[in-house]
């Protein structure tokens, strides 16, 4: 089971990036997937989950409409896209497996992480 997460970057106030976290040795059908992030100095933080066989998507208050979970019809790819970057956004960004479907906002309730990919947001 791993999960490789990229797309990281140096992007300025108010752009956009896309992440994306390429999984294997599971099945999206069965597992959610969601990222999470730390900033220097900070605890890491949950942002947002997807549950495919649940059909939904959850997102912490502070990036909802603007940060969208999402995967690829394969199902091998789980991809965050965020726009409208702030400053707030810096950190580095986790993708990871949860023990179930559903998933959760609590890290302890997810068993596989990825590697993780820094995202500055900075003029």
């Known amino acids: 089971v791993q999960l490789q997460a990229s797309g990281g970057g140096l992007v300025e106030p108010g752009g956009s990036l896309r992440l994306s976290c390429v999984i294997s040795?599971?099945?999206?059908?069965?597992?959610?997937v969601g990222w999470f992030r730390q900033a220097p100095g900070k605890e890491r933080e949950w942002v947002s989950t997807?549950?495919?066989?649940?059909?939904?998507?959850y997102y912490r208050d502070s990036v909802k409409g603007r940060f969208t979970i999402s995967r690829d019809n394969a199902k091998t790819t789980v991809f965050l896209q965020m726009n409208s970057l702030k400053a707030d956004d810096t950190a580095v960004y986790y993708c990871?497996?949860?023990?179930?479907?559903?998933?959760?906002?609590?890290?302890?309730?997810?068993?596989?992480w990825g590697q993780g990919t820094q995202v500055t947001v900075s003029s």
């Open positions: 990871a497996r949860a023990t179930d479907y559903l998933g959760s906002a609590l890290a302890q309730a997810y068993d596989v």
């Open positions: 997807i549950s495919v066989s649940d059909g939904s998507s």
């Open positions: 040795g599971f099945s999206l059908n069965s597992y959610a």
